[in-house]
């Protein structure tokens, strides 16, 4: 049985339902000021960390390290470029099986999991082809 969440937490929740897209702690943090219901930084930060630890709410780090927060919906993966952070969705997943599996060796309760590959977009694979060629 889950606690009862904050205030705090409802209008995140709320937030992140009507948006398609994942969403920085900083951009939250703005958007919750401009609809007029402000509240600290570190706030959003702990209510953040509170849904993660519920299973409501998914982080995903991206490649400059900021941190991208939105509802468990589906499982996430994707291919994200080092170079220009660039992230391509992957729409297959070869990893349920194995999530089965663990789930019931460890009987452990999964609520999502994230699979990423890490490399250069095609767009950063030309720039720095033709910067090795220019040298």
Do not use: W
């Not at 939250?28 to 509170?50: H, I």
């Not at 992957?90 to 999991?113: G, T």
């Amino acid at each position: 049985m889950k606690a009862s969440r904050t205030r705090s937490q409802e209008r995140i929740i709320s937030i992140l339902k009507n948006l398609d897209q994942a969403i920085s702690a900083q951009d939250l943090f703005v958007e919750l000021r401009n609809r007029d219901q402000a509240m600290g930084l570190a706030t959003v930060y702990r209510a953040l960390e509170s849904l993660k630890l519920e299973g409501a709410v998914q982080a995903r780090t991206m490649a400059g390290g900021e941190s991208l927060y939105s509802l468990v919906q589906e499982d996430q993966h994707h291919l994200t470029c080092l170079q220009c952070g660039g992230s391509i969705p992957i729409d297959a997943c070869p990893v349920h099986e194995l999530e089965a599996q663990l789930n019931q060796s460890y009987q452990f309760k999964i609520y999502y999991h994230m699979l990423e590959f890490f490399g250069l977009c095609t767009q950063c694979q030309a720039i720095e082809s033709a910067s090795e060629a220019a040298n």
